[in-house]
């Protein structure tokens, strides 16, 4: 059982550059989440999807754009990429609010 | 809007010493609570939720409305606690809002 799945896992991207992250999890879970992880600042919230259809910004969005491609699939574009966007990022999916999240294993991201 | 703070970013102890790793949240309405950990090189997971009222790996957590309060704790803490600490509230519009997470170093 996958679970949740990031690719890719490291990535290095010169400023300007864009790329997307994608993140697919197979549990049939309803909400997907993408955050990302500095040191100190804990995991901040970049964008979630509910549903499938539905997407809402979180804490940072800027910069940023998601596409919920179906139930299963939740990514995440840099269009520009800024040398403030290195991070580590995660994708999450929960079935229900109130319920366990389940993480993937995060994408490495440094932007030279 | 919903908050969570940790007020520790960093918590050394000796193996055998009682831990708690605080954490405090803002929010308006009937919260719910978890702790998630993050062990060296492994995902981010769920600990344990205060809905359930259980001891995960000898760890408790109870929510204190009155003080706004959801505090980790554990008596004897073990090398293998080591790891982050990630205290978490929902719902609000389905956000899953994280605390600045605590790292606790068990030493030997």
Redesign the interface.
């Known amino acids: 059982n996958a679970g949740v799945t990031q690719t890719p896992k490291f990535q290095v991207l010169k400023t300007g550059q864009s790329m997307t992250l994608q993140c697919a999890q197979d549990m049939n879970h309803n909400?997907m989440?993408w955050?990302r992880q500095d040191p100190?600042?804990?995991?901040?919230?970049i964008y979630?999807s509910?549903s499938e259809g539905t997407t809402?910004k979180?804490?940072v969005p800027n910069g940023y754009n998601v596409s919920r491609l179906n139930k299963r699939e939740f990514s995440l574009r840099l269009e520009s990429a800024a040398p403030s966007q290195t991070s580590v990022y995660?994708c999450?999916s929960?079935e229900t609010?109130?319920t366990?999240?389940f993480?993937?294993?995060?994408t490495r991201l440094t932007v030279v | 809007a919903q908050r969570v703070t940790q007020p520790e970013k960093l918590l050394s102890v000796f193996k055998g010493a009682p831990v708690e790793l605080k954490c405090n949240y803002s929010y308006s309405g009937s919260p719910e609570l978890f702790w998630y950990v993050q062990y060296s090189r492994q995902r981010l997971q769920l600990l344990l939720r205060h809905i359930s009222r259980e001891s995960i790996k000898g760890f408790t957590a109870d929510l204190n409305k009155g003080e706004t309060s959801f505090h980790l704790k554990k008596p004897f803490a073990q090398e293998e606690d080591s790891a982050m600490y990630y205290c978490a509230l929902t719902p609000y519009r389905h956000m899953l809002t994280f605390g600045g997470g605590t790292r606790l170093m068990v030493k030997p």
């Open positions: 909400s989440y955050y100190g600042m804990g995991l901040r919230l979630y509910a809402d979180g804490e995660f999450a929960i609010v109130n366990e999240a993480f993937g294993q995060g």
